[in-house]
C-alpha cells in the first residue's frame, strides 16, 4: 500500500509539474510578445527621431495650441486648463532643438478669441494669431473623451482621444498624429487625457518631428515686387 501510495503521489506531482510548466512557458511567450512589440516601438520612434533636420527648420517658430471636443458640442480652449498637456509635447518638441511658445508668450501675443477662431476652423484667425506671434508653424491639439459607466463596477469608463495636427501659418498640412487609450478616471477626464499623453507623447512626437523634418517648407522673406520664394 505504501509503495502504490508514493507511486501515486508521484504521479500527482509529476501533473502538476508538468501543467506549472505548461502555464509558466505560455506567459513566457506572453511576456517576450509583450517585450517584442515595444522593443519594435521603441526602434520605430529612435528611426522617426533620427530623422535629419535643417537648421533653418529648427529656428522657426512652432505655436502649440490645444483644445477639448466638449460632449455638448463645441471646442474648448482656454490654454490655462492643459497646463500638463502642453508641457508633455513641448518639452519634447524643444529636446529635439524644435523652437516653440510658452504659454504665456502665446497668451501674451494672441486673444482667447483668436485661438477659438482657429479650432473653429477659421482660416483668417489662424493666420493672423501666427503672424501676430510671429510662428511659421502651428500645431494643434485636440482632445476627445468618451465617458459611460461600467454596469460592473460602477465608475466610470473613459475612452480618450488625441489628435494632432501641424501646419504652416498659411494652413498647409505637414503632419497629422494621433493617440487612444481608455482609463477608469472618475470624472477627471482632463487627467485621464495628461495621462495619456505622458504615455504616448514619444510616439506622436517622433512621427510629428519626422514629418516636420521631411515635408515643411520655410517661405524665404520676399523681394520688393517679387512674390515670397519657398525652398
Avoid: W
Avoid at 501666427?130 to 459607466?149: K, M, P, Y
Amino acid at each position: 500500500m505504501n509503495k502504490l501510495l508514493i507511486l501515486g503521489m508521484t504521479a500527482v506531482l509529476a501533473c502538476a509539474a508538468a501543467s506549472g510548466h505548461a502555464q509558466g512557458f505560455k506567459f513566457s511567450q506572453d511576456d517576450n510578445g509583450a517585450k517584442g512589440k515595444e522593443q519594435a516601438r521603441q526602434e520605430a520612434i529612435a528611426d522617426r527621431l533620427s530623422t535629419p533636420c535643417r537648421e533653418q527648420l529648427k529656428s522657426k517658430k512652432i505655436m502649440l495650441i490645444i483644445g477639448e471636443q466638449m460632449s455638448a458640442g463645441g471646442i474648448l480652449a482656454n490654454q490655462e486648463n492643459y497646463g500638463p498637456h502642453f508641457q508633455a509635447i513641448n518639452q519634447r518638441l524643444r529636446a529635439l532643438g524644435l523652437t516653440t511658445y510658452t504659454p504665456e508668450e502665446i497668451k501674451k501675443q494672441i486673444a482667447q478669441a483668436e485661438i477659438d477662431a482657429y479650432f473653429k476652423g477659421n482660416p483668417d484667425a489662424a493666420l493672423s494669431a501666427s503672424r501676430r506671434l510671429g510662428a511659421s508653424f502651428v500645431l494643434r491639439g485636440l482632445i476627445a473623451t468618451q465617458s459611460a459607466v461600467n454596469p460592473v463596477i460602477r465608475v466610470n469608463e473613459v475612452t480618450v482621444n488625441l489628435g494632432f495636427s501641424l501646419s504652416d501659418a498659411t494652413g498647409r498640412a505637414i503632419s497629422d498624429a494621433t493617440a487612444q487609450g481608455g482609463s477608469f478616471a472618475g470624472s477627471d477626464l482632463r487627467s485621464a487625457a495628461a495621462r495619456l499623453i505622458n504615455e504616448q507623447a514619444d510616439d506622436v512626437v517622433s512621427r510629428l518631428y519626422s514629418d516636420y523634418c521631411t515635408k515643411a517648407v520655410v517661405a524665404e522673406p520676399a523681394r520688393k515686387g517679387e512674390p515670397a520664394r519657398k525652398k
